[in-house]
Structures are given as C-alpha cells and as structure tokens.
C-alpha cells in the first residue's frame, strides 16, 4: 500500500481530541482509529503489537542483523486538532499547476497562494485536499502513514536493520500525549516524533512553558457612594495586565524570541481571573518572564493590598534542546538521512511544545521531523503527495543508517 493511500484510510476516522475530558484517552473514537493501525502492524510482519488501556499503540520490528546496532523508535498522534470539524473529511487529490484551488464551488472555499503562499513551491505536484469545511488530519495521521509505510517497505527489502520500534499516541493536541507514554516498554535508545511540517524542517528546539492563572479580588459597592471605597477587580485585571512588557506577546515576535498569551479573561466588580501562557526557549529569559508577572502581583498588592491578587505559575515543559545536545549525533543522522532522499535539511526552532520535549525529559530522546503537511488546524490544510513520500524515505535511510 502506499503511503497516500495508507493515509486516505486514516482520514476517515474521526479522533478529535477533548481538553475538557477527564479521561484517557480524552475521546473514544480515537481507539477506532488505535483498533485499525494495531491490526496493519500485525498484518505488515511487527510483533509485540497492542493497544494499552489509555489507547496508546504499540509495536516493534526486531533487529535481523548480529551486528549490534542503536534501537530506534518513531512516534506520530492519532487525534487531530479541535479547530476544525474532524467529521465526514471528504479528501481528494489535486495536480496542482499554480493558482488558486476550488475546495467548494457550492460554497466559495477557495486555497489561495495570495493567502498561503507557501502553496508556490508545489507546483506539479500532487496534493491532497479537503472540501474546505473539515480540517484534513495531516497533522498527525500522515506522521502515522509514513512511518508505518517505511517500516513495512523495510520489511519488503529484506535489508540488515536494528531494532525499530513504533508507538502511536492520544490527546497530543490537548497537551497530555506523553502523560502515558510507556518509555520502558517502548525500549528505544532514542525515537524521532514525525509530526512536523514542510520536507526538510528539522525541529529539536522548542519553548520553556508555563500556564498562569491570576485572580484579583474587588471590594463592590453601589457606584454612587464607592469613592474611597470601591476596588473594581476587573480594572486591577487591566492594571496587571498593563505592568507586563507590551511587546512581548505572541503578535509581536518570531524565531526565538519568547512571550506571554493572555488566552482568557473573565471578570466582574468583586471578581475577576486573567489565563496566561509564558513562553521561551532560552531557560534564563523563562525565569526572567515568570518573575516579571510575579513583580506586576506585587505592584498590584502595593496597591490594593496582600489580598488583592493571588497568581499561579505552573511550568509544563522544558527545551528538549538541553537534553537532544547531550547526544547531539542523532540529529546528524536525520540530516544525512534527509540528503540521501534530496531533502535539504532546514532546523528551525518550535514555536511551540511537542510530546518530544517531555519525552526527551522522560529519559527518551525525541527530536521532531517533517510530515510534509502545510496549514495544520486548518480548514485549508493541504499535504503532498509527493512529500509524504520524501518523509517515507527518510525514515528509511534513518532506519538502515542507524549505528
């Protein structure tokens, strides 16, 4: 089977993930999609091949050489991103030859290269689209058809290759991906996540993050009698919000530099509550941004008084990159990988998380590749044809390249 046909099968099962579920995964429909991926392992020659109790899939192909040789893991999710409808995905494939794409004439949905130009480097190829109603589940459904694609081309070869083994996640979207993630039992010297984007993009970088939730408490009182008196929480909220640097947030910046998100606000005279996330990839300018909202709490308790405020910063992940360069070879290994399939290897920083990071933290190393998807959690998501098969080749050469 190739790897675009492997991947339509997995576009038709629904898997979006829930951040409001308590349980694991946080959505049944993913185990669907778990169920059909365990049974092609089976089916392509792994062994040690099940589904855990919280949907995580696993499996292994055993070494067929004496020589001793790194064990190598690869690992993609299975859910796909709330941001857009994930039901009836309704796939085709285009030769794209410039120009903009028609997703539905029925309802004016148009792929524009003047709204994504990256759309420009894929003319003559083929690309996969949706009706522009549904996102289209690249993101990670085509990580999942390359690997298990590669695997079984590897298996087809015959050639000497070391142990490789495959796991395929829940809940990735939702953050909690690696929450159950079985490194022991995974038994990898070190895996790469295949969950990136455009071929070539090599990512074992990412932010330093944090969540902060901040409260301010108001005193209410009838506004025609409040001087002195009143303390309105929801302009304290403002007031926070104005102590804190303006240019850092998420509109103002790019490449490495980091920032704070306010994501939710809510608030009213006697009670209001300000969601933040905080984020960079450099551990000293993290420490600095943390300590930045606990001097706005402080001006704020200055203010207003010691029970004005109460703030919680809790860190989530960490920059896989302080433990990827304790081993920094197995990056060299994707990017002579990625040569031998004419990929030019591009490493850009993840403006962003990844299970990698906390599995790189785990004691597992796990650095991310490409997909070959572009526009992820979108509507007008779109893969190549034609990349998918590049990232299948570099899975390969990794495999046979392993030392």
Not at 18 to 33: C, F, I, R, Y
Not at 135 to 150: C, N, R
Not at 343 to 372: F, H, K, Q
Request: proline share 3%; glycine share 8%; aromatic share 8%.
């Amino acid at each position: 089977m190739t790897v675009n046909e492997r991947f339509l099968q997995y576009v038709k099962y629904p898997t979006m993930s829930d951040e409001n579920s308590q349980t694991v995964p946080s959505t049944q429909k993913q185990l669907a999609l778990a169920q059909h991926i365990a049974e092609e392992l089976k089916q392509i020659g792994l062994s040690d091949v099940y589904v855990d109790e919280y949907g995580y899939v696993y499996g292994h192909l055993e070494a067929n050489t004496d020589k001793i040789k790194d064990k190598i893991g690869f690992i993609a999710h299975m859910d796909t991103s709330s941001e857009a409808s994930d039901e009836a995905i309704k796939p085709r494939e285009v030769k794209y030859s410039g120009g903009d794409v028609v997703l539905n004439e029925e309802k004016n949905i148009v792929l524009s290269p003047l709204v994504y130009p990256s759309l420009n480097k894929y003319k003559g190829k083929t690309l996969i689209v949706t009706d522009g109603t549904t996102l289209l589940g690249a993101d990670d459904k085509a990580g999942i058809a390359e690997i298990i694609t590669a695997v079984e081309n590897i298996i087809k070869s015959g050639k000497p290759h070391g142990k490789v083994s495959v796991a395929f996640t829940p809940d990735e979207e939702i953050g909690r991906g690696a929450d159950c993630f079985d490194v022991e039992g995974f038994d990898a010297d070190y895996a790469y996540t295949v969950d990136g984007g455009a071929w070539g993009e090599l990512e074992y970088e990412n932010f330093n993050a944090a969540s902060a939730t901040v409260e301010l408490f108001g005193v209410s009182i009838h506004p025609g009698s409040a001087k002195g008196i009143m303390k309105n929480a929801s302009l304290m909220a403002m007031e926070f919000n104005s102590l804190l640097p303006g240019n850092e947030v998420p509109s103002q910046t790019e490449g490495y530099e980091g920032f704070h998100h306010l994501t939710g606000m809510k608030g009213d005279v006697e009670y209001a509550e300000l969601n933040y996330i905080i984020r960079d990839h450099d551990r000293l300018k993290f420490e600095e941004k943390k300590e930045q909202f606990l001097n706005a709490a402080d001006a704020i308790r200055a203010k207003y008084g010691n029970k004005s405020i109460n703030i919680k910063i809790n860190d989530s992940y960490y920059n896989m990159r302080e433990k990827i360069e304790e081993r920094i070879e197995i990056i060299e290994y994707v990017k002579t990988a990625m040569r031998k399939a004419n990929v030019e290897p591009v490493v850009i920083p993840i403006r962003g998380g990844t299970d990698g990071a906390r599995l790189s933290y785990m004691g597992l190393l796990c650095p991310n590749i490409c997909t070959g998807g572009e526009n992820f959690h979108s509507r007008f998501e779109y893969i190549p044809v034609e990349s998918m098969e590049k990232t299948t080749s570099i899975i390969e050469n990794i495999i046979l390249g392993a030392k």
